[in-house]
């Protein structure tokens, strides 16, 4: 599984990192980045393996914004020529309510 989080106050992340010891509880390889260091015209390669999960753990600020390290992959989502078909993924969204 690969775990790539936008956080903007750690928060994303923190959940990701949990989510990652929770895989290796059940046997399962994890590994967590942060969207600033991936190379994502790489990310189609992820389908040669039998099985993989992309899990995005995402939050957003401001009226819904990308968060500061997740702009670049943002930007890369709306602009990619990519072939993305096959790739298992799923997303989290994060939000926290302020009193």
């Known amino acids: ?9 750690g928060t994303a992340e ?7 010891k929770d895989c290796l509880r ?4 994890a ?4 969207p600033e260091d991936c190379d994502f015209d790489e ?4 389908t040669k393996l039998d099985k993989h999960l992309v899990l995005f753990c995402v939050a957003t600020y401001g009226e ?19 072939d993305l078909t096959g790739i298992n ?8 309510q302020s009193n």
């Open 89 to 96: 993924y799923a997303v989290h969204k994060l939000s926290c």
């Open 26 to 29: 059940y046997k399962m390889k």
């Open 14 to 20: 923190e959940f990701a990192l949990r989510l990652s």
């Open 64 to 82: 819904g914004d990308p968060t500061d390290n997740a702009i670049e992959f943002y930007d890369w989502l709306q602009n990619t020529s990519s």
């Open 1 to 9: 599984m690969l775990l790539i989080y936008g956080s903007q106050t």
């Open 31 to 34: 590994l967590v980045a942060d």
């Open 43 to 46: 990310l189609p390669d992820i």
